[in-house]
């Protein structure tokens, strides 16, 4: 997620403040991702995303969909997220 040249951090934060649910995983296929390590994943953090963890991209889908599914509330849609329901994610 670049932000020096290309302000994409700020346009995560437009969507973001609009209500919309931005979710940023990884493409390391194991061990997952901490948004917390690296300036622009804090950074991303601070914008209101949420965070995939170690979920593969079929899970985080999955998840997202049936998150939706359930509610729009974007405080409840971040709450699921911080869940395990089914063995999909590590969180720790």
Not at 3 to 15: A, V
Not at 19 to 31: A, H, K, N, Y
Not at 62 to 82: H, S
Request: charged share 25%.
């Amino acid at each position: 997620m670049p932000f020096l040249k290309h302000d994409f951090i700020g346009e995560i934060r437009k969507l973001t403040e609009q209500g919309i649910t931005v979710l940023v995983g990884t493409q390391c296929r194991f061990e997952g991702s901490s948004l917390s390590v690296y300036e622009t994943g804090r950074r991303a953090l601070e914008a209101g995303v949420l965070q995939a963890y170690d979920m593969t991209a079929e899970a985080a889908v999955t998840k997202l969909m049936w998150v939706l599914g359930q509610t729009e509330d974007p405080r409840e849609i971040r709450e699921y997220f911080q869940l395990n329901l089914c063995g999909e994610v590590t969180i720790g």
